[in-house]
Nanobody, 124 residues
Framework: QVQLVESGGGLVQAGGSLRLSCAAS????????MGWFRRTPGKEREFVTR????????SNTDSVKGRFTISRDNAKNTVYLQMNSLKPQDTAVYYC?????????????????WGQGTQVTVSS
């Protein structure tokens, strides 16, 4: 059974930082590309960033470029999202996702497995 468990969310002031983690089990982690998405109330799940299975390729959505960094540790079956210079508009539930594609795109249906999400709230 595949499990993705996010942690590290919380409340932070604007301009602050948070580091999210996503621990994976039940799959050969090093063969899956990983992504982070987020959702705010009333909106669709939004792509944030992704990383290839080896970690050599990453891609961010424009709104987080220069502020968010995705990384992974295949020895620990964990993917991370370092979020700096946080803004109130970054407030959302953040989800990690695993894709069996070599280079998945930003669409939700390209990802096979999802975590339950972790809340990030940025106060102004």
């Amino acid at each position: 059974q595949v499990q993705l468990v996010e942690s590290g969310g919380g409340l932070v002031q604007a301009g602050g930082s948070l580091r999210l983690s996503c621990a994976a089990s039940g799959l050969t982690f090093s063969t899956y590309a990983m992504g982070w998405f987020r959702r705010t109330p009333g909106k669709e799940r939004e792509f944030v960033t992704r990383i290839s299975s080896s970690g050599s390729y990453t891609s961010n959505t424009d709104s987080v470029k220069g502020r968010f960094t995705i990384s992974r540790d295949n020895a620990k079956n964990t993917v991370y999202l370092q979020m700096n210079s946080l803004k109130p508009q970054d407030t959302a539930v953040y989800y990690c996702a695993a894709s069996g594609r070599v280079y998945p795109g930003p669409r939700v249906n390209e990802y096979n497995y999802w975590g339950q999400g972790t809340q990030v709230t940025v106060s102004s």
